[in-house]
């Protein structure tokens, strides 16, 4: 098992989870055709309600594992470190089981909470059907996500990232055969379908924790989990204390991550139903901002979440020995790698957005709008994920509870508000939930980053100059987009047209982004003059080293 260094680790992180997201992002294209609107917003609510409930389930268990794990490894302390991941895994364990009773228990609740008084479109027996087939992935997805924790915090990142790609495509083949083999070989309703689909995260969960399970009992001796060690002086209690103190703020994070979409979605259903809207156009909307234009944005999201695996184990190291220095600076590299790789990819699909709308699901103006917009939220959510995850690394929990709830509130109270302005001055109502999402998060990240300098002494000139330099490589990749709309011929209706039209555009913009950046020396500050050199080294099989 190779540990992997913070640049490298969150390299294989990040590589890993694109692949997934690539993959996540490509399955929609025949999954929607499937399913249709009905069954794609059906499928949406299955998973927003998911994603809320994993969060409770895991209650910050995974991360908080990795971050406990690395302490007590870097510390020595062995017996420590293996009594914190068998309580994890026993505390998991009570978790998910009440969890899942929960969910089915009180299915019909949450539909009903949501669909409200919504007239043609999936009724609250869809709606209660699918969650109940989702609950099943709570049983094993948590504790997944533990052994998954217990490498990172090992700095050993292939083996969790290899679970995920794995995971990622037996869920996608169940989601893509069920579905298809339901509605169009059996006749099947769509309903069903979907409940099938959602289905696949239990059996997915279930092939990854067996593959990442298999190679922590492999290697348990190299990772010092073989009982050949003497015992600590701490207690079952205080590990126990630790955790929880540890998970609470990641719980409270994600939790309100997730309560942006069920906030925006509750909200825009009861909105665009005031508004008159019909039932068909209410829910392609909603489901088009809360799942289907954040599938597209998942290859920005990536990138933090690949940066997080490695910088909550780098940056504990570095606080857990007082290293001010090197906490300091792994964080602004964090931040100007982040920055680096966002920022174009957000960019771009912003200028492409109608054109990659009609890729996945077809023209809809709608949905291109939603895209063009949204995209930007996910830059912000990335921003706020990294600085979050410093200030916990920091333990600065009482400021994680403050900005995440300030923003949840500044979401909530904006997004009626927007929606009837913006359909008052002729601008789509949609879009204002979008804007309160990005309002919500820019304020979370403002006082995020004022008390990482007030109280962590964290110092963002370094960074402020590089982003400033990033300007030019992003600003001359606009022109050349701008430019090439305005000549290459493009029919929205024609999947092929739209697939040549954006790949034409990425690969000339991305080639005019990196070879300026590359000539300014961007690069090589962000990643890393020596790592730069060892890949140009290993990519042409030693031929060149500069």
């Avoid at 302005?421 to 939930?433: M, Q, S, T, V």
């Amino acid at each position: 098992m190779k540990k992997s260094s913070f640049v490298e680790g969150t390299i294989i992180a990040t590589l890993s989870i694109v692949i997934t997201k690539i993959l996540g992002m490509f399955y929609v294209i025949p999954f929607y055709a499937i399913i249709g609107v009905k069954g794609s917003a059906l499928y949406a609510y299955a998973y927003m309600f998911y994603n809320i409930f994993l969060d409770i389930s895991t209650a910050g268990l995974p991360i908080a594992v990795s971050k406990i794990i690395n302490e007590y490894n870097t510390l020595g302390m062995m017996d420590a470190k293996a009594r914190a991941y068998s309580l994890a895994k026993k505390i998991m364990g009570f978790l998910a089981v009440s969890i899942f009773i929960i969910m089915i228990v009180f299915a019909p609740v949450l539909a009903n909470t949501l669909i409200g008084d919504l007239k043609g479109g999936n009724t609250p027996a869809d709606v209660t059907f699918v969650i109940r087939c989702v609950a099943f992935a709570i049983l094993i997805v948590p504790f997944l996500s533990v052994e998954k924790g217990y490498l990172q915090g090992h700095k050993i990142i292939n083996i969790s990232s290899g679970s995920q790609v794995l995971e990622q495509i037996v869920r996608i083949a169940i989601l893509l055969i069920g579905s298809y083999l339901i509605i169009n070989v059996f006749g099947g309703s769509v309903t069903l379908a979907v409940g099938v689909s959602v289905f696949g995260a239990f059996v997915a969960g279930f092939v990854a924790y067996a593959f990442v399970r298999y190679q922590v009992v492999k290697n348990k001796k190299e990772l010092n989990n073989d009982g050949n060690y003497g015992l600590d002086d701490i207690s079952n209690k205080e590990i126990v204390k630790k955790i929880f103190s540890y998970a609470i703020p990641f719980i409270v994070i994600n939790i309100v991550n997730s309560l942006y979409n069920f906030t925006d979605m509750t909200l825009i259903l009861r909105t665009m139903n005031y508004l008159k809207l019909s039932a068909n156009d209410v829910e392609f909307v909603t489901s088009a901002i809360i799942t289907w234009a954040p599938k597209i944005n998942m290859i920005i999201a990536s990138i933090a979440m690949g940066m997080t695996t490695s910088l909550i184990p780098a940056m504990v190291g570095a606080y857990t020995l007082k290293n001010w220095d090197d906490v300091n600076k792994k964080f602004n590299q964090a931040m100007q790698i982040l920055l680096y790789l966002s920022i174009p990819m957000t960019v771009g699909i912003s200028l492409l957005s109608q054109s990659i709308w009609s890729i996945f699901y077809g023209y809809n103006i709608a949905g291109g709008y939603i895209v063009a917009l949204s995209i930007f939220n996910g830059l912000c959510n990335n921003i706020f994920m990294i600085t979050s995850i410093a200030l916990q690394g920091l333990n600065k929990f009482k400021t994680v509870y403050i900005t995440t709830i300030t923003g949840l509130a500044c979401n909530a109270l904006l997004d009626v508000p927007l929606m009837l302005l913006y359909h008052k001055i002729g601008i789509p109502p949609y879009l204002g939930a979008v804007t309160s999402s990005i309002l919500g998060y820019t304020i979370s990240i403002i006082i995020t980053l004022t008390s990482l300098k007030r109280d962590c002494k964290l110092k963002y000139k370094e960074t402020f100059i590089e982003l400033c330099k990033m300007a030019i490589p992003t600003m001359l990749m606009i022109l050349v987009v701008v430019i090439l709309k305005n000549i290459i011929p493009i029919n929205y209706l024609s999947r092929m047209s739209c697939v040549i039209f954006v790949a034409i555009n990425t690969i000339l913009g991305a080639i005019v982004y990196f070879v300026v950046s590359y000539k300014m020396g961007i690069i090589e500050r962000v990643f890393g003059k020596d790592y730069i050199h060892h890949i140009i080294k290993k990519l042409t099989f030693g031929k060149i080293s500069i």
